[in-house]
């Protein structure tokens, strides 16, 4: 029987991929057009320009331009890289490293090229004055081959464009796959996407100009040479070069900079932006599989697919979102196996939501007694430390009880630290922290540790809604009782959880910092918070549906000493 990863891409990642690659070369043209029309506007030949835009559009090379416009926008879609857990590198040096990455040189490589052929693609849209690179000039004398320094212009600014957008796909997280909090349809998630992502490009775009009239004002004399050099021409058309101040004041090269710029930006990040609307769609996976079915593809399945991250997501997806609102299928998840009677479909998908709850607990617990292990040691004085009459010595610590009166005993000195040992790269490293330019670079990120322990999470708060939903939901709709006897283990892990995050932020504290350019922390920087709230909100769903009945679940004293705030809503 074909596994349940093997369906999945075959049936559902493939035909969400074309999808969203389909509607991004459907809108290529229309964004063409677009530019097509901006580029030949004039405010002073408005007839003019109306006769040009249809020369370009309605020419037979404007499909073979189509045509290499589809091919690379399909490259750029097929070297990008994808993940459902967000990056989260410890320093800033970290995060510009990680776009060397070899996974990543495909997409860069692909970016690179692509921004050069696409603005070389745009130049035959515009005036004939950015039509090629070389131009051929006929004197008196002889022909002269000269240098079309405003074509190469544009090509390297459309070069650099697509470097712009390689570096914004990954450090802005563009590549993050992050799952919306309310599901609607693929139109109006893309309508609003859409409406963010022409801000942010415009935003990009004047950047980029900036940073790229700079660097041709002080390379761009060199990188001329060169190409005049290697293409053996004896000269350049314009008559200042644009190198020189005045030469870069020209408003038309800017303008079409500009239009190129932002449609190199604007139609790659679209493909982004619609393959991300495509996968975190919520997708139904079958409960049960039926005897008909020629492939054990069904949700317990899905939830053990390591192998396969998004598909796990997507099945902890579903099964919080039948949890709370699929009466129908809830009955499913608690229904008996035929023959045998088992709760086989319950205990699969409890089994593995308390093993992404015990496993994240263990990794808050062990990021705990690190962060204990890292504070300073206080070394009590001698007047607090008492020793009784009798055989038993006690040592108390800080506040002491009332003892009978002992003899006070001399304490042994404290044990005097051990030299740590340091390699002569750490003394580096440190060092150059505490230079003013290099601690940008080399400073640890505010809440990078949290961040990169609850980066995953995204799965654990979807088991922990699922886990409170379909439990309290089991109080009325469990006919045979198979939610019963994991009640107790359900309980003392959410608690056990909770108790362990609490303790983890009472010594890391989280802050959330929102930059002046964001209206809302990006969602991979919230997971924290949303995990927390999920969690003391399942605790609380919980006690309000088992309250009375918290007696007969057999938890240990701890545990019932840690819900009895959540029981008197003190929590």
């Given at each position: ?514 930059s002046s350019k964001e209206s809302h922390p990006q969602p991979h920087i919230t997971l924290c918070q949303q995990l927390r709230v999920t969690l003391k909100t399942a605790i609380y769903r919980l006690t309000n ?27």
């Amino acid at each position: 029987m074909d596994s349940v990863v093997y369906w999945y891409k075959t049936e559902v990642y493939f035909w969400r991929s074309a999808g969203s690659l389909f509607w991004s070369i459907t809108c290529l043209p229309l964004i063409t057009i677009f530019l097509v029309i901006l580029s030949q506007f004039s405010f002073l030949h408005p007839w003019q320009a109306l006769a040009d835009f249809a020369s370009v559009v309605l020419s037979l090379s404007f499909l073979l331009w189509l045509g290499i416009l589809t091919a690379i926008l399909i490259t750029i879609a097929c070297t990008a890289t994808f993940t459902v857990v967000p990056d989260v590198p410890a320093t800033r040096l970290r995060s510009y490293l990680s776009l060397l990455r070899w996974s990543r040189w495909p997409h860069l490589i692909a970016a690179k090229l692509g921004g050069a052929c696409v603005a070389w693609v745009c130049s035959h849209f515009m005036d004939q004055r950015f039509y090629s690179l070389t131009t051929v000039v006929v004197t008196t004398d002889r022909e002269l081959l000269l240098l079309n320094e405003s074509h190469l212009f544009l090509v390297l600014a459309g070069a650099m464009a697509g470097l712009v957008y390689y570096t914004n796909f990954y450090l802005s997280h563009l590549s993050y796959l992050a799952f919306p909090t309310l599901q609607r349809d693929k139109y109006f998630r893309a309508r609003s996407e859409i409406i963010q992502l022409a801000k942010l490009c415009v935003r990009l775009t004047w950047r980029h100009i900036r940073l790229f009239y700079l660097g041709y004002w002080l390379l761009g004399g060199s990188y001329r040479s060169w190409v005049l050099n290697l293409l053996n021409v004896e000269g350049i058309t314009e008559e200042q070069p644009l190198d020189t101040f005045f030469g870069l004041l020209d408003l038309t090269l800017l303008c079409q900079t500009c239009l190129c710029t932002f449609f190199i930006l604007f139609t790659w990040s679209l493909t982004a932006v619609l393959y991300r609307v495509y996968h975190t769609q919520r997708l139904e996976i079958p409960v049960l599989t039926t005897f008909s079915s020629a492939s054990k593809h069904c949700l317990s399945a899905a939830l053990a697919a390591q192998t396969a991250p998004l598909l796990q997501h997507l099945a902890f997806l579903d099964l919080a979102y039948l949890s709370g609102h699929s009466p129908q299928r809830r009955v499913e998840v608690f229904s008996l196996s035929q023959p045998g009677g088992h709760p086989y479909t319950w205990r699969a998908v409890c089994s593995a939501c308390l093993q992404q709850l015990e496993a994240l607990a263990a990794q808050v617990q062990t990021a705990h007694l690190a962060a204990l292990a890292t504070l300073p040691v206080q070394h009590l004085p001698a007047e607090k430390i008492f020793s009784t009459t009798g055989d038993t010595s006690l040592l108390y610590r800080g506040s002491a009880e009332p003892q009978s009166p002992g003899v006070q005993s001399t304490p042994s000195p404290p044990p005097q630290p051990v030299a740590a040992k340091t390699s002569f790269t750490s003394k580096l490293y440190s060092g150059l922290k505490d230079k003013p330019i290099l601690s940008y670079f080399l400073m640890e990120l505010p809440d990078t540790k949290s961040r990169q322990l609850f980066a995953a999470c995204q799965i654990h708060i979807w088991a922990i809604e699922a886990m409170s939903q379909l439990a309290a939901a089991s109080y009325e709709e469990d006919k045979f009782g198979v939610v019963q006897q994991t009640l107790s283990a359900i309980f003392t892990s959410l608690i056990s959880l909770q108790d362990t995050i609490e303790k983890y932020f009472k010594l890391q504290p989280l802050t959330v910092r929102r930059s002046s350019k964001e209206s809302h922390p990006q969602p991979h920087i919230t997971l924290c918070q949303q995990l927390r709230v999920t969690l003391k909100t399942a605790i609380y769903r919980l006690t309000n549906s088992f309250g009375r009945h918290l007696g007969d679940l057999n938890l240990n004293t701890d545990c019932m000493k840690r819900v009895r705030p959540f029981l008197d809503y003190r929590e």
